[in-house]
């Protein structure tokens, strides 16, 4: 009866505990704003959402992606799913000492499982706390992924798992012994451990028996309790943020701006009464709340961003931390009923609600400046994350309120976003420059007057870059060759495009963003374009992904896409060998953001004589070039400049040629690789070049391969001699 008392008081206890935490925290999320959409869409699609939950959830995949630790993971994760058997067994043991689970209970292979799965939690957590001492922080400073995480409580936990498992033999063997145990063969570890005890005798053993049962019940119950005040929430946390994480995930298009819920019209929206983005922490939507609370501090975000990894103070990982830790501190402030009851809190709740949310060290921001504006939206945090945390979404929204009500952001950029709004590209060439790409190409490229006629298949976006800067236009110009010389109709916009928005947008400035998306969907509803390739990974991006939020449906493929079909349809024929070294530099907006990582691979290896060489971080893992959110338009003024960083890893390839497929991308590593140059470090001959521009070359005959074409003066001046055919030397 004694243990009977003692385990149901230790239950009702620790029910308490963790529901009183739980319901505090259940408080502070709904404190946040509404964000019906996700609700709708986990409505909308029960099916796709149940494969997410066995995908991601109980198949690991995310975690997996690292094999050590999502090995571990997995043994741990399934380990505690399996030993929920255990405790119902443990449970049941309180009452009757030869309890035996209805139905199962006395079927050796449950009993061999349970210890098979005990046992893989053991391995799991040995590995866990082998990663952590070779990743110790203290040592390893930044380079550790775990740099910034709650060391402490993380090998609390692996002990208390640790006890879990321990006290689950010990139990177990002494129950072996006393002949209470359910299962006669399977449990070979059970067994081991009883053998060792077995010595001890008869009455030991008994007492063995219920000591451990009560010793793994506490210890399993103190383990949920600590769960609810620990990093370990995200054991219950991370299935339920999955389920309402945007699909396929947080990359790819940014979220519309909403206030209370609703897509803000700008049109009519009250700034009394409106949320512009983020600007203190009730502005963030329960479902950012959740993010913040399910972060597992595993660190992985922070080991594969380029702002973290170069030495800036940005880490996608503590970024989420500091959101959460202000959260919790101001939550009695938010949960508060009234102004009375706000004003009788402690001194230091009020000064945390106090804090701009984003603010330098005077201010005592939440997230410094620095830390905001270092972010280069290339992704791999959110591709990392492996409980679906929305890095991007928060950094952008934050951005937003900066930008639209604060007129707080980096001054370099101001001049971007005046062009972007008075000659719609942010160099401010205005359209009259925009078909200076084309002359001196041997056809004629056709500009869009009026409906598309049925004999055009493409539109052909050429983007602000490829249009006006003088390294882009190569490309264009590559593109618009190969087209030609495949035979496919394709028309363009000329002074009728104006940027795709994506700047403004990735800078925080939707209003502009808005303004030239409506002109620009406008242009193309009227011309009645439904295909179009572009060749600009963000132009991309923003046409495929972000246009369909203002209405804007069309069929969108990067160059590299089309190109790559038109060779192996055989409509264009690399012939003439490049006996080079290449290494393929992955454009964020194009990999990770949009999955295209095959095709221009594909073309490359189609190109007679290439040796393709793999950088380290590439495909998924791909480093940015830098220029992504906006970062194009802003010094970088802290740690190693990203784009050196990228070439540094280039150059260990020993590449003749480092290709890739966006103009941001071209011109940040043309920079890096001028600047190798200057220093003696690169070749004289390396040279940055799109995938477009290498089939072009190949695809001339030997004989004219080598010919220059005449070309354009570039925005800056004449462009140099030869400039720009898509041959290497033009
Ligand atoms: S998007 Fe890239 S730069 Fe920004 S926080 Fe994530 S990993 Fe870092
Ligand atoms: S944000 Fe995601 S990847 Fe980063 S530390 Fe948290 S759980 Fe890990």
Known sequence: ????????????????????????????????????????????????????????????????????????????????????????????????????????????????????????????????????????????????????????????????????????????????????????????????????????????????????????????????????????????????????????????????????????????????????????????????????????????????????????????KMLILDLRDHALATAPYLLAGSDEAREKLPEAVKAEAARPLVGDQAANGVIDPDVLWSCTNCGACVQECPVDIEHIDHISDMRRHQVLIESAFPTEASSMLKNLENKGDPW???????????????????VVDGPIGDDVEYLFWVGCAGALEDRARKTTRAVAELLHTAGVSFAVLGPAETCTGDPARRMGNEFVYSMLAQQNIETLNEAGARKIVASCPHCFNTLANEYPQLGGNYEVMHHTQLLARLVSEGKLTPVTPIEEKITYHDPCFLGRHNRVFTAPREIMEQVPGVRAQEMHRCKERGFCCGAGGARMWMEERIGKRINTERIDEALGTGPDTISTGCPYCLVMLGDAVSAKKASGEASATLEVVDVAQLLARSVRSPATAGTPAPGPAGPDGPAGAGQPGPDKAG
């Open 1 to 316: 009866m004694l243990r009977i008392i003692i385990g149901l008081v230790l239950t009702a206890v620790a029910a308490a505990l963790a529901g009183r935490r739980l319901w505090y925290l259940y408080r502070l999320a709904r404190t946040g704003q509404p964000a019906p959409e996700r609700i709708e869409a986990v409505r909308a699609h029960p099916a796709r959402d149940a494969g997410t939950q066995a995908t991601e959830v109980f198949g690991q995949r995310k975690l997996l992606q690292w094999t050590v630790p999502g090995v571990a993971h997995f043994l741990t994760f399934w380990g505690f799913i399996i030993l929920l058997l255990t405790i119902i067994e443990a449970y049941g043991d309180l009452f009757s000492k030869t309890f035996a689970i209805p139905g199962i209970g006395h079927w050796a292979w449950v009993g061999f499982i349970e210890d098979l799965f005990a046992v893989g939690v053991l391995v799991g957590i040995i590995t866990f706390a082998v990663i952590r001492l070779r990743a110790d922080p203290e040592r390893e400073g930044r380079r550790s992924r775990f740099f910034g995480s709650h060391t402490g409580a993380a090998w609390l936990v692996l002990f208390l798992i640790f006890l879990v498992i321990a006290t689950l033999l010990i139990s177990r063997g002494a129950q072996i012994n006393t002949g209470d145990f359910p299962y006669a063969h399977g449990a070979f570890a059970s067994q081991i451990v009883g053998h060792w005890l077995a010595p001890a005798g008869l009455a030991a053993n008994k007492v063995l028996e219920t000591a451990f049962i009560l010793a793994q019940l506490a210890v399993i119950l103190g383990f949920g309790v600590f769960v609810t005040y620990s990093k370990h929430l995200h054991i219950a946390l991370a299935p339920v943020n999955v389920l309402f994480s945007r699909r396929p995930n947080g990359l790819g298009a940014l979220q519309p701006m909403r206030s209370g819920g609703k897509v803000l019209d700008f049109e009519e929206a009250d700034p009394d009464s409106d949320i512009f983005g983020r600007g203190k922490i009730e502005d963030f939507t329960w479902k950012g709340m959740l993010d913040m609370a399910t972060c597992t501090e595993c660190g992985r975000c922070q080991s594969q961003c380029p702002a973290w990894a170069t030495g800036k103070p940005l880490s996608p």
């Open 428 to 446: 401010g060439m205005g359209e009259a420059r925009r078909m200076e790409w084309a002359d001196g190409l041997g056809f004629e490229v056709p």
